[in-house]
Nanobody
Framework: QVRLVESGGGSVQAGGSLRLSCAIS????????MGWFRQAPGKEREGVAG????????YSTDSVKGRFTVSLDDVQNTLLLQMNSLKPEDTAMYYC?????????????????????WGQGTQVTVSS
């Protein structure tokens, strides 16, 4: 059973930065799609960024390109999301998710319903 635990959320002013972490524990194959999702009140959950643990594939949604960077710390077994130049519209609960995949090129096309494992979420609030 894979367990995911997010941390690093908080309240910042617009233009500030936060780094989210997702600690990964439990049995995992070597190749997983791992993604960051977010959900604001009254809105649907949306994919933010993600990567493939078995290769170099990374992706991010257009609204965060150039501001957010997703990475994997293999030593700490942690998925990271560095968020810079934060905007009020980035305010949401952020979740990390994982699912096994034999291919990395499919990760960016996966919706949230395709993911098997989820963390409990960490709140990010950006004030103007």
């Amino acid at each position: 059973q894979v367990r995911l635990v997010e941390s690093g959320g908080g309240s910042v002013q617009a233009g500030g930065s936060l780094r989210l972490s997702c600690a990964i524990s439990g049995y995992m194959h070597s190749s997983y799609c791992m993604g960051w999702f977010r959900q604001a009140p009254g809105k649907e959950r949306e994919g933010v960024a993600g990567l493939y643990t078995g290769g170099d594939n990374t992706y991010s949604t257009d609204s965060v390109k150039g501001r957010f960077t997703v990475s994997l710390d293999d030593v700490q077994n942690t998925l990271l999301l560095q968020m810079n130049s934060l905007k009020p519209e980035d305010t949401a609960m952020y979740y990390c998710a994982a699912r096994w995949s034999s291919r990395g090129d499919v990760c960016s096309a996966l919706g949230d319903t395709a993911y098997s494992y989820w963390g409990q979420g960490t709140q990010v609030t950006v004030s103007s």
